[in-house]
């Protein structure tokens, strides 16, 4: 019997223990084949109907018809962040981006190399301890879209309003917050997840793309740089990333068997609420690094009142079974990343640990 | 107890059992640390040993020393097809392609898309059947590179002669052969091959890029599409493929404990003389598509008096417990891949097989 630990990491991160199951009691022999799924071909009909029923249940979940192509493309999301403005950024039109941190940054860092990138708005001089809000934005008249970015795992920060721009579409990385709450994701125009988080192993980069938006990318971009390529093979134009798009699968499935997205919302929800409870009856001893109406439900950051008790906390936390506690690298501090997988008894255990924590330091 | 059968199948493709059953076993604890290997942080220890290893053992087993960095990526062969021109290929100079096939074929659409392609050599006139020998190769002063594609999965051919140009560096797409025999691999001053025929599973790429080519790179690339992002970073820019990287680390430490390749050489030979032998005692009825001295040591590719022959061959043989012996969809026929993982025992059934289904049939 594996002896697993209650694990906060910030991905890769927790998966499922009934999808790991799944996993390895499939591992030598894949229903019957008497292939592993990683020995099958991908133009096979065992393979097949595992992409096609990943595409079918990220639609469902998703609330989404089939004018929403889905994608399981190589790269992670930071190969996102350029084919995004190589496809849509047009030389006369300008790519609008709303800074919120890290990842926005290096996001916003491509568009300049590809073309002309406007800052929408940024919460950079608050020391990005806040999503800002729609009203706030500045996205001009030439704007090909708005790209944002939903939750922020290293400041612990996550939209709980979305900006609409009449005409702009909208287009948002949500790799640490896809399928963890209901929202109306009929909104976006372009939603990309690398899946090491909430959805399967790394190497996996689940996009979605409306229709429409295909016919506005532009011409002259290498083949697998092109959306146009991946849209219409259903990711099948080269190898895919098989073993992720299956471990996708299964993890869609687990959401699916829990009641879908509106289940999973109802238990992050009480995840979060446990944990970010800590944080305001105890303000001066756990400092969380994110305004309260900014908060993210994913990745719940938070400094101690020296860095020697920060060091103490993850330590000790290590030792009682509550692994992957550090903050990120580039800010030091704490953090518990809350993601689907993690349950509300491994959050229970760490409120616990974090009151027990307290008295005795 | 699983029941695994012989799998022919020419990539995704068979793995080694024992490589698998590890995979398996670490599958919900990797290691004591109480996570899966796809849940623990890719800054973490114990994947930087995973990833420090996979490294070491490449250069161990290639025989090269730290002038060469290797890199895992993602996005498959098809997209180095893109990265190669838009890092090496400047706009004075050309980019010399052999042609021997279809993947040949695509590294060239991709340099034609970024830049100026020169058509070196091509066996496209004898309907691929064999490898251009370097005496007939037609490498202009300008070139930046010479491009060829080590192994043809589709038309069963390989080189077993490598072209030598001086002051033109080698590039090699070796995803169906790499690790498949010895060779003097420090001729190549860049080598990338997809995981998933010889090495592991699709979504991680090996690429070993001879460190004085880096200095070569142009400026202007998105980070995610520059060699000079991942090299001094180990291809931990971003979040890598860990999960493939961690099988591919366990692939190369199998290679090493049978001998390294001079062991692997020895018995992918005596796998090829075997099939190849069905062919030379019967040459009207099992008809190979490669010229003898193309002949590929890992996809043997032919051809059986009629279509319907060819469908019962196939369907027959699967019934007998070997697998994925139907040719390419692009030019059908039969193909019986024979990559490193295969073992002679497998050759041996095949063989068997082939003799009964002559006698039968």
Request: glycine fraction near 8%.
């Amino acid at each position: 019997m594996a002896n697993r630990i209650v694990n906060f990491n910030a991905g890769p991160s927790t998966l499922p223990l009934d999808v790991l199951k799944i996993v390895q009691e499939e591992l030598l022999d894949y229903k019957g084949t008497g292939m592993s799924l990683m020995e099958i071909s991908h133009r096979s009909p065992e393979f097949d109907a595992v992409n096609e029923e990943a595409i079918k249940l990220t639609r469902e979940l998703l609330g989404l018809d089939d004018t929403f192509h889905v994608l399981f493309l190589g790269g992670g999301a930071s190969t996102q962040f350029a084919m995004v403005p190589l496809n849509l950024l047009p030389k006369d039109k300008c790519g609008a981006y709303v800074d919120t941190g890290t990842w926005s940054t290096k996001a916003i860092k491509e568009a300049g190399i590809i073309g002309r990138m406007h800052l929408a708005g940024s919460s950079r001089d608050d020391d990005y301890r806040r999503i800002p809000k729609p009203s706030e934005l500045d996205v001009p008249a030439d704007a090909a879209y708005l790209h944002i970015t939903s939750n922020n795992t290293i400041k612990g920060t996550q939209y709980h309003d979305f900006p609409e721009i009449p005409n702009v579409p909208l287009i948002c990385d949500m790799s640490s917050d896809i399928c963890s709450r209901v929202i109306d994701f009929k909104k976006f125009s372009l939603i990309y997840a690398g899946a090491q988080k909430n959805l399967g192993p790394a190497g996996a980069t689940m996009v979605i793309v409306r229709d429409e938006l295909l016919q506005k990318c532009k011409d002259g971009n290498p083949s697998m740089l092109d959306y146009r390529t991946h849209a219409p093979k259903k990711s099948m134009y080269n190898t895919p990333p098989a073993f992720g798009i299956y471990v996708v699968k299964l993890v869609l499935e687990w959401i699916k068997n829990q009641g879908g997205l509106a289940a999973v919302e109802k238990v992050n929800r009480a995840k979060q609420e446990l944990i970010y409870g800590v944080f305001d009856t105890h303000p001066d001893y756990y400092r969380g690094t994110a305004d309260k109406d900014s908060r993210s439900w994913m990745n719940v950051t938070f400094r101690l009142p020296s860095e020697d008790l920060e060091k103490k906390f993850i330590a000790d936390g290590k030792a009682a079974g509550l692994g992957g506690l550090k903050g990120h690298r580039s800010v030091g501090g704490c953090r518990a990343s809350i993601y689907n997988a993690m349950t509300l008894e491994g959050c229970e255990k760490l409120v616990e640990f974090m009151e027990a924590f307290k008295k005795a330091n």
